[in-house]
């Protein structure tokens, strides 16, 4: 078969996994989240702000940063990922126009779809949906189920399943601009950063603000699972703690003195998002 070469590459990309999919439409209520760690710092400037200077949201293969692994270069097991995920649309395209990384959040959470990649998240309007790909498990799994609005046998795929609770999502991949002035419903956060210089440049954003219930775990109770992430990550998310608990902010604050590895202090933020997260916790409406 002849590769598809017509129209631009997010269509070819669309295209192309559209004909590996199966199963019903896709419930048009439910959204794409993009989840991420609002408080981290591209070059020496707050993530939000670079956000409010820029208007979208980039991929990896832009921003040089992940909550993942950083492997988006040409080679890359991310830039490999997407050449067979997307039968090869993106190949020779400029990383501009290459798709971002979010999950589609079927169980409703109100912290977003894959909290294991940040506390905070963009709510994608329901138009998303109709540019967005999925695929089933994480694209690091090089999986063999894929999904698009119009047939998405994944939900049944994933609720079968039983992964640790931060691996429960279906991978969404947004193929075109997200732009945060249109295509952003909300910017979700948590209430740890009120008060903070996070809410100060998500006020620079042009999409509403709204707080979720929140992520806290008590010392005490992380040193009951040394086995999740490994008993050093215990010892280093006892050390950075304040007043005996972790929250997102806590976390934050530790990465930005540069003290400590960054792949340290995600294997902390990974216990406090399983242990210490309020998965069937209400949404908070209290939008700004």
Same mark, same amino acid.
């Given at each position: 078969m002849s590769a598809d070469t017509s129209g631009a590459p997010q269509e070819r990309a669309l295209r192309h996994v559209a004909a590996l999919s199966s199963?019903?439409?896709?419930?048009?209520? $439910?959204?794409?989240?993009l989840n991420f760690h609002p408080d981290r710092l591209v070059g020496d400037q707050l993530i939000l702000l670079r956000l409010a200077d820029d208007g979208l949201y980039h991929?990896? @293969?832009? #921003?040089? #940063?992940? &909550?993942?692994?950083?492997?988006?270069?040409?080679?890359?097991?991310?830039?490999?990922?997407?050449?067979?995920?997307f039968g090869s649309a993106y190949?020779?395209?400029?990383?501009?126009?290459?798709?971002?990384?979010?999950?589609? &959040?079927?169980?409703?959470?109100?912290?977003g779809a894959a909290p294991r990649f940040g506390s905070a998240h963009f709510? $994608? #309007?329901?138009?998303?949906?109709?540019?967005?790909? @999925?695929?089933?498990?994480?694209?690091?799994?090089?999986?063999?189920?894929?999904?698009?609005a119009s047939r998405m046998a994944l939900i049944e795929l994933a609720t079968a399943d039983n992964p640790d609770a931060l691996d429960?999502?279906?991978?969404?991949?947004?193929?075109?601009?997200?732009?945060?002035?249109?295509?952003v419903e909300a910017l979700v956060l948590d209430p740890s950063y009120r008060g903070t210089a996070v809410q100060a440049a998500a006020h620079r954003l042009p999409c509403p603000i709204e707080w979720h219930a929140g992520f806290r775990l008590a010392i005490d109770q992380l040193r009951r699972y040394p086995d999740y992430r490994g008993q050093e990550y215990v010892d280093l998310g006892t050390e950075?703690?304040?007043?005996?608990? $972790?929250?997102?902010r806590i976390i934050g604050d530790a990465a930005c003195t540069g003290r400590y590895d960054p792949q340290a202090l995600k294997k902390v933020w990974h216990c406090l998002a399983r242990f210490g997260s309020p998965f069937d916790a209400g949404q908070d409406d209290g939008s700004l």
């Amino acid at each position: 078969m002849s590769a598809d070469t017509s129209g631009a590459p997010q269509e070819r990309a669309l295209r192309h996994v559209a004909a590996l999919s199966s199963g019903e439409p896709l419930d048009p209520q $439910l959204r794409v989240t993009l989840n991420f760690h609002p408080d981290r710092l591209v070059g020496d400037q707050l993530i939000l702000l670079r956000l409010a200077d820029d208007g979208l949201y980039h991929s990896q @293969f832009i #921003t040089g #940063t992940s &909550n993942g692994g950083l492997t988006a270069h040409p080679g890359g097991d991310r830039w490999r990922w997407e050449s067979r995920i997307f039968g090869s649309a993106y190949d020779h395209a400029p990383a501009h126009d290459r798709p971002v990384y979010g999950a589609l &959040n079927f169980r409703r959470k109100p912290i977003g779809a894959a909290p294991r990649f940040g506390s905070a998240h963009f709510r $994608l #309007t329901a138009e998303a949906l109709s540019r967005a790909t @999925f695929c089933y498990p994480d694209s690091f799994f090089e999986p063999s189920a894929f999904g698009v609005a119009s047939r998405m046998a994944l939900i049944e795929l994933a609720t079968a399943d039983n992964p640790d609770a931060l691996d429960d999502y279906i991978e969404a991949q947004v193929h075109g601009p997200v732009r945060l002035d249109c295509d952003v419903e909300a910017l979700v956060l948590d209430p740890s950063y009120r008060g903070t210089a996070v809410q100060a440049a998500a006020h620079r954003l042009p999409c509403p603000i709204e707080w979720h219930a929140g992520f806290r775990l008590a010392i005490d109770q992380l040193r009951r699972y040394p086995d999740y992430r490994g008993q050093e990550y215990v010892d280093l998310g006892t050390e950075i703690a304040v007043d005996g608990h $972790l929250d997102p902010r806590i976390i934050g604050d530790a990465a930005c003195t540069g003290r400590y590895d960054p792949q340290a202090l995600k294997k902390v933020w990974h216990c406090l998002a399983r242990f210490g997260s309020p998965f069937d916790a209400g949404q908070d409406d209290g939008s700004l």
